[in-house]
């Protein structure tokens, strides 16, 4: 009890202090925007704390619920095969207790350890006392983005080819912000944050994002002709932004329209600049459009630590223990953890033989069309994996 009242203290400070910029610059004395300008001006600087003991590298383990366990237990298996110098400290949340012990023991071992994977955490207290802890713990790593390639397979039929767009994505406020109450009886407001600070890390890092991948254009994704004041002042956010990245086009959309563009046109996107909502629905109706939840991973950042998950953050109790999930999103993820851990080498081996399993064999589960096991797609990535690992070499 004592663990849930400290997380939802440091929130609401947290809040008191990111809404208040007038506070912010009484007592800071310096503009928000200068101090983000200077930051993300060096951002190709910023290197991520890693712990790394003996030559491996230690990463928290969020197994989670549904399919998560058996996807992440892939992932171990595919590293101990592969020779993978990294160790998982795994930590597992209790999703039917309210208690938060298991949330703290994961929040601490991921800032002991600096990186995380991860499978979707479900919470199933209906009390409004317990958040969503996949919410709590992005809030309380300060994970203020999520970055999420969206890109078609060759071997997957889909209904567009050559889909290839960075939804980045506001991931600690906006619609997730979880400030509900009910007013009087029947009646229910739920807040929407928008802080300028937030609105302008996030956009400096979409743009910075663009330029430093060789992205042509940004489209910041709103609704501001409804929500004036929250929608309005992240768009008016990231058109400011937009002026310090004049090699990089902007334009913006509003996400009804936005989500019939994507289906019917999803070559005029590059970058996404999303609210936290706009984010997960574009996601997953990028995610429809190129082949379904089970093939793409994101990444959440902060100033400090990194974790990696499914893109789409689907449970999937549903088929869980029946060995059809398909592994290859977190197998992406996997990918993704070690690009960042700078295992370069063993990056592009498992990158390999997962394009070449799916594209290539074409080794598919019923997700998108084949009849092949989770365990056939694994054995399948383990097969080519053997031809550029050493059978009892530890690397
Ligand atoms: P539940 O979690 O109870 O299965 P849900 O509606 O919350 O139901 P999600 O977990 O959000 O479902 O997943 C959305 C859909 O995507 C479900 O049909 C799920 O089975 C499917 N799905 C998600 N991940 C995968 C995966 N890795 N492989 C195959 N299907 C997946």
């Given at each position: 009890?004592?663990?849930?009242?400290?997380?939802?203290?440091?929130?609401?400070?947290?809040?008191?202090?990111?809404?208040?910029?007038?506070?912010?610059?009484?007592?800071?004395?310096?503009?928000?925007?200068?101090?983000?300008?200077?930051?993300w001006?060096?951002q190709a600087?910023?290197?991520?704390?890693?712990?790394?003991?003996?030559?491996?590298?230690?990463?928290?383990?969020?197994?989670?619920?549904?399919?998560?366990?058996?996807?992440?237990?892939?992932?171990?298996?595919?590293?101990?095969?592969?020779?993978?110098?990294?160790?998982?400290?795994?930590?597992?949340?209790?999703?039917?207790?309210?208690?938060?012990?298991?949330?703290?023991?994961?929040?601490?071992?991921?800032?002991?350890?600096?990186?995380?994977?991860?499978?979707?955490?479900?919470?199933?207290?209906?009390?409004?006392?317990?958040?969503?802890?996949?919410?709590?713990?992005?809030?309380?790593?300060?994970?203020?983005?999520?970055?999420?390639?969206?890109?078609?397979?060759?071997?997957?039929?889909?209904?567009?080819?050559?889909?290839?767009?960075?939804?980045?994505?506001?991931?600690?406020?906006?619609?997730?912000?979880?400030?509900?109450?009910?007013?009087?009886?029947?009646?229910?407001?739920?807040?929407?944050?928008?802080?300028?600070?937030?609105?302008?890390?996030?956009?400096?890092?979409a743009f910075n994002f663009a330029r430093k991948n060789g992205r042509k254009?940004v489209?910041?994704?709103?609704?501001?002709?409804?929500?004036?004041?929250?929608?309005?002042?992240?768009?008016?956010?990231?058109?400011?932004?937009?002026?310090h990245y004049?090699e990089i086009?902007?334009?913006?959309?509003?996400?009804?329209?936005?989500?019939?563009?994507?289906?019917?046109?999803?070559?005029?996107?590059?970058v996404?600049?999303?609210?936290?909502?706009?984010?997960?629905?574009?996601?997953?109706?990028?995610?429809?459009?190129?082949?379904?939840?089970?093939?793409?991973?994101?990444?959440?950042?902060?100033?400090?630590?990194?974790?990696?998950?499914?893109?789409?953050?689907?449970?999937?109790?549903?088929?869980?223990?029946?060995?059809?999930?398909?592994?290859?999103?977190?197998?992406?993820?996997?990918?993704?953890?070690?690009?960042?851990?700078?295992?370069?080498?063993?990056?592009?081996?498992?990158?390999?033989?997962?394009?070449?399993?799916?594209?290539?064999?074409?080794?598919?589960?019923?997700?998108?069309?084949?009849?092949?096991?989770?365990?056939?797609?694994?054995?399948?990535?383990?097969?080519?994996?053997?031809?550029?690992?050493?059978?009892?070499?530890?690397?």
């Amino acid at each position: 009890m004592a663990a849930v009242s400290r997380i939802q203290l440091q929130k609401c400070l947290q809040n008191i202090w990111s809404t208040n910029s007038s506070l912010k610059t009484l007592l800071c004395g310096s503009s928000v925007s200068g101090e983000y300008q200077r930051r993300w001006a060096s951002q190709a600087k910023v290197k991520y704390p890693k712990a790394k003991y003996g030559g491996r590298s230690t990463v928290t383990l969020l197994p989670g619920g549904g399919i998560g366990p058996e996807l992440t237990g892939y992932v171990k298996e595919i590293f101990l095969y592969a020779g993978v110098p990294v160790v998982f400290e795994e930590v597992k949340i209790d999703p039917s207790s309210d208690s938060n012990e298991d949330l703290e023991n994961a929040i601490t071992s991921i800032r002991r350890n600096g990186v995380g994977l991860k499978g979707n955490i479900e919470t199933r207290s209906l009390s409004t006392s317990v958040m969503s802890r996949n919410v709590a713990l992005r809030n309380e790593l300060d994970l203020f983005v999520n970055v999420f390639h969206c890109y078609s397979f060759t071997g997957i039929q889909s209904r567009h080819q050559n889909v290839d767009i960075y939804v980045i994505r506001q991931n600690t406020e906006g619609e997730y912000a979880m400030a509900e109450h009910e007013s009087v009886p029947g009646v229910v407001e739920c807040l929407k944050i928008i802080t300028r600070e937030k609105a302008e890390r996030l956009a400096h890092y979409a743009f910075n994002f663009a330029r430093k991948n060789g992205r042509k254009k940004v489209t910041t994704v709103h609704k501001a002709n409804i929500m004036k004041l929250s929608d309005g002042l992240f768009l008016e956010v990231s058109r400011e932004v937009a002026k310090h990245y004049p090699e990089i086009e902007h334009n913006d959309m509003i996400i009804d329209n936005c989500c019939m563009q994507l289906v019917s046109k999803p070559s005029q996107f590059d970058v996404m600049l999303t609210t936290n909502l706009y984010g997960t629905i574009v996601s997953n109706v990028i995610c429809g459009l190129i082949g379904g939840a089970g093939l793409l991973s994101g990444g959440n950042y902060g100033d400090h630590y990194a974790v990696f998950e499914p893109g789409t953050r689907n449970t999937g109790t549903a088929i869980a223990g029946k060995n059809v999930a398909n592994p290859i999103s977190m197998l992406n993820g996997a990918v993704d953890l070690l690009n960042h851990l700078e295992l370069d080498h063993h990056a592009r081996i498992l990158r390999d033989a997962i394009m070449k399993t799916v594209n290539e064999d074409q080794i598919h589960t019923p997700d998108v069309g084949g009849s092949a096991t989770s365990t056939d797609v694994v054995e399948n990535v383990l097969k080519h994996l053997a031809q550029n690992v050493k059978p009892g070499l530890v690397f």
